[in-house]
């Protein structure tokens, strides 16, 4: 007689997730599909494929289901991964459930200090993609003890520094990404993605001693490779959001 098998088929954790919010100011659905196109051209790395929270909070009027879809579909087309609506008002939930969407629960919760449901005002040019870890609270205080990483953060690893700033002793690598609620700094070269203030912190910097940067954004505005200062390259690098706009500066 063969004994049962208790060994499960597969592990269920729940960790941090790099994913984008696309906060929807109008249904103007062309443009949002060529905003997401350009968006990739400019970082193809960071965006090509990427999984997509759609968010119509701060719309007047949830759009229908087939308005939705094609939004959904557009979207694809351009290459993004819809795979979520941000969570509102119970008709929100009833379009999720008519596209077959989950509803991720207090997606939105950094906006509601400043947006109401009905408010059409312009966004940033640019937005993050920011953990789904760093939006369940309001509060931007990084308030813990800094987390220290003393070796490298190569590709494809993402380090998360919650509530607090991140020192890394190494390099952070093409491909990787590290992510805090207050500062970073990095005593090595910057070759990935480094953000900064994930919870709306607006005076949170990035330090780097030496700049080859993917991407690096402050409080959800960012700056991807093609946007850099071609004299920052190799050079130790300050970056501060300044009037909602990212500055970068040299330290040497």
């Known amino acids: 007689m063969s004994l049962p098998n208790y060994e499960q088929a597969g592990d ?3 960790g941090q997730v790099g994913i984008a919010n696309l906060r929807i100011r109008t249904l103007d659905i062309a443009a949002l599909a060529e905003e997401m196109r350009q968006r990739i051209a400019r970082a193809p790395a960071m965006f090509s494929r990427a999984a997509v929270i759609i968010d119509f909070g701060a719309l007047a009027q949830l759009p229908s289901a087939e308005v939705a879809r094609q939004l959904l579909a557009a979207l694809r087309e351009a290459g993004a991964l819809p795979v979520a609506l941000a969570y509102g008002s119970s008709q929100n939930n009833a379009l999720a459930d008519e596209l077959g969407l989950p509803v991720l629960a207090k997606f939105r919760a950094q906006y509601e200090q400043h947006d109401t449901p009905a408010s059409n005002a312009a966004a940033p040019a640019r937005t993050a993609a920011e953990p789904v870890a760093a939006q369940v609270a309001s509060s931007a205080t990084a308030s813990e003890p ?12 993402q380090l998360y520094a919650q509530q607090r700033d991140l020192t890394v002793v190494g390099m952070v690598g093409a491909g990787a990404e590290v992510i805090s609620d207050g500062s970073i700094h990095i005593y090595g070269p910057l070759r990935g993605r480094a953000l900064a203030g994930a919870r709306g912190l607006a005076t949170a910097r990035i330090f ?10 402050i409080a959800g505005h960012y700056k991807v490779a093609d946007d850099f200062p071609p004299e920052l390259t190799g050079r130790a690098v300050q970056v501060s959001l300044q009037d909602g706009e990212l500055k970068l500066q040299l330290l040497d």
């Open 12 to 14: 269920l954790k729940i």
């Open 146 to 157: 800094g987390l220290m990483q003393t070796s490298s953060v190569r590709s494809g690893q």
């Open 208 to 217: 780097c001693r030496e700049f080859h940067a993917e991407l690096v954004a």
